[in-house]
């Protein structure tokens, strides 16, 4: 009876088992690389470019401020001994300011809503948007079921170059 049973189990796994095979082979599936694509667009680059430049300012900024707080305490430290308590804690309560706002700087440029990432989306959002667009127009097309990304950390282990679509999404966006 234990036997007839496993054997039953073994069938209802094998039966699942090539409908699965059965129905994946059914799929078409395509890949695009959207990196090359995001390359290819001039408007990208200067998005990135100006991104770029920012995140450069932003940088400059930080280590202006973090520089003043070295000084301010390396003069502490210099003039601790000198000081009074009250002039101690006068000085520590500025350093400890000085702090605070390099720690609001840092948020407010680099955090997950300041400025960079607020211009981030302001000047690559449409543009990711309007490759999205073009992908997805060429997989309905395509009647494509999947398209991958070859440029994102997605394994893919074997790909066959015909199912590459990136030209056709470069053709559509205008850029070949």
């Known amino acids: 009876m234990v036997g007839k049973k496993n054997n039953d189990m073994k069938k209802i796994v094998f039966l699942f088992g090539m409908l699965i095979v059965f129905s994946m082979e059914a799929q078409k599936i395509a890949f695009v690389n ?7 667009i001039p408007e990208y680059a200067a998005a990135q470019e100006k ?59 680099f955090g997950s809503e300041g400025n960079l990432y607020k211009e981030r989306q302001k000047l690559i959002k449409p543009i990711q948007d309007k490759v999205y667009n073009a992908i997805q127009d060429v997989a ?16 893919v282990l074997y790909y066959n170059s015909k199912y590459d679509k990136t030209d056709q999404v470069l053709k559509k966006l205008g850029y070949l």
């Open 34 to 40: 959207t990196q090359e694509i995001l390359n290819q």
């Open 51 to 109: 991104l770029d430049g920012l995140a450069k300012q932003y940088q400059e900024d930080i280590e202006k401020a973090s520089k003043v707080i070295d000084q301010l305490y390396s003069t502490y430290q210099a003039d601790k001994i000198l000081l009074s308590e009250n002039m101690r804690k006068q000085r520590e309560e500025e350093i400890n300011k000085a702090k605070f706002n390099l720690s609001d700087l840092k948020k407010k440029h």
């Open 140 to 155: 309905q097309k395509g009647s494509y079921a999947f398209v991958l990304d070859s440029a994102s950390d997605i394994a």
